[in-house]
């Protein structure tokens, strides 16, 4: 019998989290990327608005564009078979009012493969945005902690270091839970906090930065491929494809002048 792979559902990743089973998350920009890691067996690709910087080479995740995120998710879900395919929303497609943040991620859902989204923040008006996305049947990954979207309010320090500071970010996980997300990114915070918060939500943890007891760990692949101009130091890089692909090139344009 053939092995015939079921593609990863969010059904699914609840039950990994009762099972205890670790969920291993990456991002993808592109088709060809995205085509390897689905192979490679990712469980959940997604296309980060991190691609403003690593793809882009925009300085941080602002300027990207909802035509931008949607361009780049179609080439990611030509791709992806059997991850679960989730999108960003970037800056400014849904913060204005819960109305905007329909249309934007309505366009995500009808006009990509993406099977769920993802937004910044767990401060009340969001919280709000994001009941009404689930409520019209758009399944909602939450994101706290470091959002690299207010960069310019906080930096990219780690958050909730200070008692009250984790505190609020316990009472915005439990309220983006009640909201109905079905995962929550937890962005560089203390491990402890996000061990906590895994420990008291139902519903899956994917970290990022923030210790090794999250449910499930997502990095940004060109980090962790070392393609990027700079990683976070927490970013356990795996291969060295820039020097691999200089050498490569290198290697190209000597047998060109070479006339080999
Ligand atoms: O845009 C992105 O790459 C992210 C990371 C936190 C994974 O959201």
Not at 81 to 93: G, M, R, T, Y
Not at 106 to 118: L, Q
Not at 126 to 135: D, G
Not at 158 to 169: F, H
Request: net charge negative; hydrophobic share 45%.
């Amino acid at each position: 019998m053939p092995n015939v792979k079921i593609p990863v559902t969010i059904a699914q990743l609840q039950k990994w989290k009762q099972q205890k089973k670790t969920i291993a998350a990456l991002t993808a920009a592109d088709y060809a990327i995205a085509k390897l890691l689905d192979k490679a067996g990712v469980d959940l690709i997604l296309v980060g608005d991190s691609l403003a910087m690593v793809a882009l080479g925009h300085k941080n995740t602002l300027p990207v564009t909802l035509d931008d995120m949607i361009y780049h998710a179609q080439a990611v879900g030509r791709g992806v078979e059997n991850a679960l395919l989730i999108v960003d929303l970037p800056f400014l497609s849904y913060q204005v009012s819960p109305e905007d943040a329909m249309r934007s991620a309505g366009r995500i859902f009808k006009e990509t493969d993406a099977r769920g989204i993802k937004l910044e923040g767990g401060y009340p008006e969001m919280v709000v945005t994001i009941r009404k996305l689930v409520q019209a049947g758009m399944p909602v990954m939450g994101h706290v902690g470091l959002t690299p979207q207010s960069v310019h309010r906080i930096g990219y320090r780690v958050q909730g270091a200070t008692p009250d500071a984790a505190a609020e970010i316990l009472d915005q996980a439990k309220a983006l839970v009640e909201a109905g997300i079905f995962a929550l990114l937890l962005e560089n915070i203390p491990a402890e906090l996000a061990a906590k918060i895994t420990a008291l939500i139902p519903i899956p943890t994917i970290g990022i930065g923030a210790g090794k007891e999250c449910d499930g760990q997502i990095l940004v692949t060109h980090d962790v491929l070392g393609l990027s101009d700079y990683a976070p130091p927490f970013a356990r890089q795996y291969a060295d494809l820039q020097n691999v692909i200089t050498e490569a090139v290198q290697h190209y344009c000597q047998d060109i002048r070479d006339k080999s």
